[in-house]
């Protein structure tokens, strides 16, 4: 199996997933807005493409509905059919490619001290998520960033 189409597979799923468990409004607020835009397309996408193809088009309604347990299932039929569409597997790189990249960072513990989530010299695009959930905590930082964006 090609790495790259692995990868690539691996990647629409778990752009995909929270697309597909959570609602709209929560989906942008953690997302944004393109981001949405952009899993919307890629799941509309894929129903188009696989409308003919029973086996897929099920994998994609049973994730739909149960994303956690189907997510695997979706990533296999993912690497098959993208290295049989190369025109699919680029419009799904390119969507991920402007979606720009992510980072998630959870911390879970019951006590903390001096604990940051993200510290950054800078960030020019992409998204960044903390979730810290810490019982006792001394000195906790979310996020530490420099310069977001741009430099103008």
């Known amino acids: 199996m090609d790495p790259i189409?692995?990868?690539l597979a691996a990647n629409v799923v778990a752009v995909l997933a929270p697309y597909v468990a959570v609602g709209t409004?929560?989906?942008?607020?953690?997302?944004?807005?393109?981001?949405y835009e952009k899993a919307k397309t890629m799941l509309a996408s894929l129903k188009a493409k696989w409308s003919g193809d029973e086996?897929?088009?099920?994998?994609?309604?049973?994730?739909e509905g149960k994303p956690e347990r189907y997510a695997p299932v979706l990533e296999d039929v993912l690497r098959e059919k993208l290295t049989e569409d190369k025109e699919l597997a680029m419009m799904l790189s390119t969507l991920l490619e402007e979606m720009g990249p992510s980072l998630e960072v959870v911390q879970k513990m019951e006590e903390g001290r001096k604990v940051t989530g993200i510290e950054a010299?800078?960030?020019?695009?992409?998204r960044a998520t903390v979730n810290q959930d810490i019982r006792t905590g001394e000195d906790v930082t979310g996020a530490r960033i420099?310069?977001?964006?741009?430099?103008?």
């Open 146 to 152: 420099r310069r977001i964006g741009p430099q103008r």
């Open 25 to 35: 409004q929560e989906f942008v607020r953690n997302a944004g807005k393109d981001a």
């Open 55 to 63: 086996e897929a088009t099920d994998a994609l309604t049973r994730f």
């Open 5 to 7: 189409t692995a990868t």
């Open 121 to 126: 010299e800078e960030m020019s695009g992409g």
